[in-house]
């Protein structure tokens, strides 16, 4: 195993995942709940699940697209999307 790949890959999943909807909506299940174990075993399903369907289509992409223009792509995507954040219209 990588394991500065593994590291680097956590430190940016766990860094992102910080404050965001699915952690709110993660809490907020578990605030109403009964059973905290239930609401982190469905969580954690879920997160592994949306990480498998990421590896898989990135694994399946990168056989008609080479790595730098996905790289430079996504690059280019998140620079949009906060600029959207930062310079559209406020709610």
């Known amino acids: 195993m990588d394991w500065k790949l593994f590291?680097?890959?956590y430190?940016?999943?766990?860094?992102?995942?910080?404050g965001d909807k699915t952690q709110l909506?993660?809490?907020?299940?578990a605030?109403?709940?009964?059973?905290?174990?239930t609401v982190f075993a469905g969580a954690a399903?879920?997160?592994?699940?949306?990480?498998?369907?990421?590896?898989l289509f990135g694994?399946?992409?990168?056989r008609w697209?080479?790595?730098a223009v996905l790289r430079r792509?996504?690059?280019a995507l998140f620079v949009l999307l906060g600029a959207l954040f930062l310079f559209g219209p406020a709610e």
């Open 45 to 55: 399903t879920a997160l592994v699940t949306t990480s498998l369907l990421a590896v």
């Open 7 to 9: 590291a680097t890959t």
């Open 59 to 62: 694994e399946l992409v990168t």
């Open 25 to 29: 909506a993660t809490m907020a299940a």
């Open 65 to 67: 697209v080479p790595v």
């Open 11 to 18: 430190a940016a999943i766990f860094l992102a995942e910080l």
């Open 31 to 37: 605030a109403g709940s009964q059973s905290r174990v």
């Open 73 to 75: 792509a996504a690059g």
